[in-house]
C-alpha cells in the first residue's frame, strides 16, 4: 500500500486478555519500529527490525510485550495479560534500510488500545 | 544518553503571526534531528529533518528550523500562521551512526487563535 497501514485501529480488550496488533509496512521498506504513544510518557521507543538482523528489542517495557515480523514485511505486537497502565496508541513506523538517519521514517496512524 | 526538550507544552498564537516552537536536545555525537507534526486522530508526519550540511532547514507547509550546535536546540519557525496549523508538534533526535531509534520530546500543542 501506499502508506504504514495499522490494525485494528481501535480496540478495547479486558484487563488480563491478550492482545495483538499489526502493522503492514511500506512496500521495500526494510526497517520496521514500533513506539507507544500515553499520556504520560509521551513518545517511547519499543522495538527495531531490520532486515534478517535480531531485533533491538531495547524498549520494550516488560516481558508481556513482545513482537514479530514474518517474511521481513508483516508485524505483529502482542501484549499478554494486559494492564490498565497498558492503554496507549501504538504506533508502527518504517523506512528505508542502509541510510541511517538519512531514510524518513513513516508512520501509521496508529492502534489506539485501552485496557478496562 | 539522548535526550529532547521542548519548552512549553501548549503554545497560542493568532492567526498571521509568528510561530516558534522551541527545542533543545542533549547529545553526546552529533544528532539527526527531527520535527514531526502530528494532526487529530492521525498519525506522525515529517515536517523536516537536520542531518548535514546546511543549518537552516526548511520542511513542508511554510516551516523551516535551525540547527544551533552552540545552543544545542532546533527551534521550529514559521512566519505566518494558518488555521490549518493546528496540531501537536514533536522534536526528535536520533543517533547519527545505527538503527533510527528516535527519542521524542513531550510535544508542544499549536493553537491558532481566529
Known amino acids: 500500500g501506499a502508506g504504514v497501514s495499522q490494525s485494528p485501529s481501535n480496540k478495547v480488550t479486558e484487563k488480563g486478555k491478550d492482545v495483538e496488533l499489526r502493522c503492514d509496512p511500506i512496500s521495500g521498506h526494510t526497517a520496521l519500529y514500533w513506539y507507544r504513544q500515553s499520556l504520560g510518557q509521551g513518545l517511547e521507543f519499543l522495538i527495531y527490525?531490520?532486515?534478517?538482523?535480531?531485533?533491538?528489542k531495547s524498549g520494550l517495557p516488560s516481558d508481556r510485550f513482545s513482537a514479530e515480523r514474518t517474511g521481513g514485511s508483516v508485524s505483529t505486537l502482542t501484549i499478554q495479560r494486559t494492564q490498565q497502565e497498558d492503554s496507549a496508541v501504538y504506533l508502527c513506523?518504517?523506512?528505508?534500510?542502509?541510510?541511517?538517519?538519512?531514510?524518513?521514517?513513516?508512520f501509521g496512524e496508529g492502534s489506539w488500545l485501552t485496557v478496562v | 544518553a539522548q535526550s529532547v526538550t521542548q519548552l512549553g507544552s501548549h503554545v497560542s498564537v493568532s492567526e498571521g503571526a509568528l510561530v516558534l516552537l522551541r527545542c533543545n536536545y542533549s547529545?553526546?555525537?552529533?544528532?539527526?534531528l527531527f520535527w514531526y507534526v502530528q494532526y487529530p486522530n492521525q498519525g506522525l508526519q515529517l515536517l523536516l529533518k537536520?542531518?548535514?550540511?546546511?543549518?537552516l532547514v526548511k520542511g513542508i507547509n511554510g516551516f523551516e528550523a535551525e540547527f544551533k550546535k552552540s545552543e544545542t536546540s532546533f527551534h521550529l519557525t514559521k512566519p505566518s500562521a494558518h488555521m490549518s496549523d493546528a496540531a501537536e508538534y514533536f522534536c526528535a533526535v536520533s543517533e547519527l551512526q545505527g538503527a533510527q531509534k528516535l527519542v521524542f520530546g513531550q510535544g508542544t500543542r499549536l493553537t491558532i487563535n481566529p
Open positions: 547529545s553526546s555525537v552529533p544528532p539527526y
Open positions: 537536520y542531518t548535514t550540511g546546511a543549518t
Open positions: 513506523a518504517s523506512s528505508r534500510a542502509g541510510q541511517g538517519a538519512r531514510s524518513t521514517i513513516y
Open positions: 527490525f531490520q532486515g534478517n538482523s535480531a531485533p533491538d
